[in-house]
């Protein structure tokens, strides 16, 4: 595996770890890697992974995973940030978990296919961000940024 792939995947594994044990983290300091990887994803070659069968988690148990590593996200108003109770849900809501549960799921199919192919694991990166993570963490990152 060549080094920049190698570096690549040593921040996927960081980011991956942090959302999954948040690993002494603030919501601030989360915003601040997600924004530094969706940058450096951004920046790689487009291509499409050749693999017949992506490895996929399940969803409830990865999601309840991170909501025991950051209890304090929930839902929040997509156009400021600022977290929201049930009592006063807008029109549009971004659900913080479902955010970080969907990355986590598509950083941990990038980081299954690096077992087998570096390619193939970078070319999964920067698809799936194109394709879906990258809204996520666009749309979290400044609520994340709120909590502080």
């Known amino acids: 595996m060549e080094l920049e792939t190698a570096v690549m995947l040593v921040r996927v594994r960081r980011v991956h770890a942090a959302l999954l044990d948040r690993e002494g983290l603030t919501p601030g300091a989360l915003a601040d890697l997600l924004s530094d990887l969706r940058r450096e994803v ?74 087998t192919d570096g390619a193939d694991a970078l070319a999964w990166l920067r698809w799936s961000h194109d394709s879906h993570w990258g809204n996520h963490v666009q749309d979290v990152t400044p609520h994340l940024r709120w909590l502080g």
Do not use: K, M
């Open 42 to 115: 951004q920046a790689l070659p487009f291509g499409v992974p050749d693999a017949d069968d992506l490895p996929r988690e399940a969803y409830r148990d990865l999601r309840a995973s991170i909501a025991g590593a950051w209890p304090e996200l929930g839902f929040y108003d997509p156009a400021t940030g600022r977290a929201l109770s049930l009592c006063d849900l807008p029109a549009e809501i971004g659900d913080a978990l479902d955010d970080l549960t969907d990355l986590a799921l598509d950083l941990g199919t990038a980081l299954a296919l690096a077992d």
